[in-house]
């Protein structure tokens, strides 16, 4: 990520992260969205965009050997480090693009993918972490209208583009992903893709 948006966004969800809502209501969804990812004990997850860690409490339930949740914004990785202790969690302040990653089974993006731009150097970034055979999700708790309607606002536009159709998405990962799922309805937004 260029550096002056890397500032912006990270100044963005700084700000946001105090009263940033994980909403009780979609903890069913969160819950569903789960269980569709394919998590088995012992897997390295990395948590993309975790925010204040919403994923956590869902992604603990498989019994993972870690979660290394990554995030651009101090404010909300401090915020995670408060919510949650768990020995399990590692939780990195930095830009995803930059940091060193272990090899992974699962790479979990909740709620943030259309805040990764350069949607070219996402796919590679992904291809390079995870193991063959490692699962990468692309999930939202709401519709793909919803997500972006959240997104259409003045200052919000200039830091995330629209989500296209899963089917169009899933696209863009075909050079180095099997697509296994692409669920785009009026309630949840998934695709689940696996390393080849």
Known sequence: MKSEMKSEMA???????????NPQSEYETREKLTSMMGLLPG?????VGCGKGVMFEHLLKSNPEKI?????SGEMIRLAKELFSDDRIDCINGDFFEIPLPAADIIVFFNCYPHF???DALVK?????LKKGGVLVIAHS???SEINGFHDGERVSTLSVPLEAASDEA??????FDIDTFIDNDEIYFIKMTRR
Request: glycine share 0%.
């Open 171 to 176: 696209k863009k990962f075909d050079s180095f």
């Open 142 to 144: 709401l519709s793909k």
């Open 117 to 119: 731009i350069d949607k």
């Open 11 to 21: 100044a963005f969800f700084d700000k946001m992260a105090p009263n940033w809502e």
């Open 125 to 129: 970034k992904a291809a390079s972490i």
């Open 43 to 47: 897997f390295i997850i990395i948590d």
């Open 68 to 72: 290394i949740a990554v995030d651009v």
